[in-house]
């Protein structure tokens, strides 16, 4: 039944037709095939390898070598028709990475040149400052070309050839006004001509610059000591600066926690000083709306009062006098703390503010006094047997009554 129906269907002319339509399908594959292959040999021989060439030629042709692989490879059963279109349509894709690749390679040609060049002016002095100057600034604008059109998926050839031509016309002036057009131009011919030899010809122009930038070196010169000192100068007092301004952020954190105790101060003048240039934005906005906290010192920790004057220099950054404003807000920390554990806080506790310090002696006849009054006779009797010993050591030693101390009165008892 199916012999027959295959006899019956049977067309000797589609058949021959298809076989001969097949047969050119195979033949036009076979020189996609070989194309393709000739090209991957040419990347691998002349370009993989190779590391003058601009980075973005080498990730382009291997993407498009790798595409164009496995559309082959997905389409084993094309027409004639197909596999021409594509061989075409492949042939314009490499001509136009091609036409690419050369202007990048212009452009990479040219900063490695003129850096080279601009060395040897710079430890021949071939130029005066000016030109110099001006050199360096034509070598940063075709750098930062290369550099933008060297990260572009697919850089714009009309504004390669735009700028290529543009800043070769411009270069070739400034160059031959100023007579080092014809060693530039060498250099240019070898870098396109004969990269590998150019490579070659930079490594040992650059050791004999480092030979000759190192000779100088080791000779007096006035202007480069200037440099120095100027270059060292600016660092310094950059440096200097930068503290300054870290210390001020620290010592406003610092003074803002004076209702707090000494350890806060000191975490908050840690991390002001830390975080300095986002916390001048803040403090900014306080001084504009005059909420800017007081400033009692650098970080107020003590309120001792030294009377040598070593120890006034010592304790200067970190002595401060309490007046109302930080009683209030050591107050109301304290307040605060005491109802966070279900407690009370009594702020007569604390002693009056602004107590005079004073002498050993005194001090103890003023404690003793009162401790008597509050805690019976028998201690009383205590104390002013203390206080009669510490009175006699003052006598001894008179400048026992010269020595400070921070203690305060405490309170009378109501």
């Given at each position: 039944m199916?012999?027959?129906?295959r006899?019956?269907?049977?067309?000797?002319?589609?058949e021959?037709a298809?076989a001969?339509?097949?047969e050119?399908?195979?033949k036009a594959?076979?020189?996609?095939?070989?194309w393709?292959?000739?090209?991957?040999?040419?990347?691998?021989d002349?370009f993989?390898?190779?590391?003058?060439?601009?980075?973005?030629?080498?990730?382009?042709?291997?993407?498009?070598i790798?595409?164009?692989?496995k559309?082959l490879?997905?389409?084993?059963?094309?027409?004639e028709?197909?596999?021409?279109?594509k061989?075409?349509?492949?042939?314009?894709?490499?001509?136009?990475i091609?036409?690419?690749?050369?202007?990048?390679?212009?452009?990479s040609?040219?900063?490695?040149?003129?850096?080279?060049m601009?060395?040897?002016?710079?430890?021949?002095?071939?130029l005066?400052a000016?030109?110099?100057a001006?050199?360096k600034?034509?070598?940063?604008e075709?750098?930062?070309?290369?550099?933008k059109?060297s990260?572009q998926?697919n850089?714009?050839?009309?504004e390669?050839?735009?700028?290529v031509?543009?800043f070769s016309d411009?270069?070739?002036?400034f160059s031959?006004?100023?007579?080092?057009?014809?060693?530039?131009?060498?250099?240019?011919?070898?870098?396109?001509?004969?990269?590998e030899?150019?490579?070659?010809?930079?490594?040992?122009l650059?050791?004999?610059?480092?030979?000759?930038?190192?000779?100088?070196?080791?000779?007096?010169?006035?202007?480069?000591?200037?440099?120095?000192v100027?270059?060292?100068?600016?660092?310094?007092?950059?440096?200097?600066?930068y503290?300054m301004f870290c210390?001020t952020?620290?010592m406003?954190?610092?003074n803002?926690?004076?209702g707090?105790?000494?350890?806060?101060?000191?975490?908050?003048?840690i991390?002001g000083a830390?975080?300095a240039?986002?916390?001048?934005?803040?403090?900014l906005?306080?001084?504009?709306?005059?909420?800017?906290?007081?400033?009692?010192?650098?970080?107020?920790?003590?309120?001792?009062?030294?009377?040598?004057?070593?120890?006034?220099?010592?304790?200067?950054?970190?002595?401060?006098k309490?007046?109302k404003?930080?009683?209030?807000l050591?107050?109301?920390?304290?307040?605060q703390?005491?109802?966070?554990?279900?407690?009370?806080?009594?702020?007569?506790?604390?002693?009056?503010?602004?107590?005079q310090?004073?002498t050993v002696?005194?001090n103890?006849k003023?404690?003793?006094?009162?401790?008597a009054?509050?805690?019976?006779?028998?201690?009383g009797?205590?104390?002013?047997d203390?206080?009669?010993a510490a009175a006699?050591?003052?006598?001894v030693?008179?400048?026992?009554?010269?020595l400070r101390?921070n203690?305060?009165?405490?309170?009378?008892?109501?």
């Amino acid at each position: 039944m199916t012999d027959s129906l295959r006899s019956a269907t049977y067309n000797p002319e589609a058949e021959k037709a298809m076989a001969a339509e097949r047969e050119k399908a195979d033949k036009a594959r076979k020189e996609l095939q070989t194309w393709l292959d000739q090209y991957s040999k040419s990347y691998v021989d002349n370009f993989a390898s190779k590391t003058y060439w601009p980075k973005w030629t080498l990730t382009t042709m291997d993407k498009f070598i790798k595409d164009a692989q496995k559309w082959l490879s997905s389409n084993l059963q094309a027409s004639e028709q197909a596999y021409k279109s594509k061989l075409e349509e492949l042939k314009k894709q490499e001509q136009q990475i091609r036409d690419i690749n050369i202007h990048l390679f212009v452009t990479s040609c040219y900063v490695k040149v003129m850096k080279l060049m601009l060395q040897q002016f710079e430890t021949k002095k071939l130029l005066n400052a000016k030109d110099r100057a001006q050199y360096k600034e034509y070598l940063d604008e075709i750098e930062a070309f290369d550099t933008k059109v060297s990260k572009q998926t697919n850089p714009e050839l009309a504004e390669l050839k735009v700028f290529v031509n543009q800043f070769s016309d411009k270069l070739k002036n400034f160059s031959e006004k100023r007579g080092i057009s014809e060693q530039q131009s060498d250099l240019l011919r070898t870098a396109f001509a004969n990269p590998e030899k150019f490579e070659k010809d930079v490594g040992v122009l650059e050791q004999q610059a480092e030979a000759v930038k190192a000779e100088e070196e080791k000779k007096f010169s006035f202007q480069r000591f200037t440099k120095k000192v100027g270059s060292t100068a600016k660092s310094v007092i950059g440096g200097l600066f930068y503290l300054m301004f870290c210390l001020t952020i620290g010592m406003l954190a610092a003074n803002q926690a004076i209702g707090r105790e000494p350890a806060y101060r000191i975490l908050y003048f840690i991390y002001g000083a830390i975080f300095a240039p986002f916390l001048v934005f803040y403090y900014l906005y306080l001084w504009f709306n005059d909420k800017s906290p007081k400033i009692y010192t650098l970080l107020p920790l003590t309120q001792r009062v030294a009377e040598t004057t070593i120890g006034r220099v010592f304790l200067f950054p970190f002595a401060y006098k309490e007046d109302k404003t930080a009683r209030d807000l050591l107050v109301e920390f304290l307040t605060q703390s005491a109802e966070m554990v279900g407690k009370s806080f009594d702020p007569k506790s604390l002693g009056s503010i602004g107590q005079q310090v004073e002498t050993v002696a005194e001090n103890l006849k003023n404690l003793t006094s009162e401790t008597a009054s509050a805690a019976g006779e028998a201690a009383g009797k205590a104390a002013e047997d203390a206080a009669q010993a510490a009175a006699k050591a003052a006598e001894v030693l008179p400048s026992l009554n010269k020595l400070r101390v921070n203690a305060l009165k405490p309170n009378s008892p109501s």
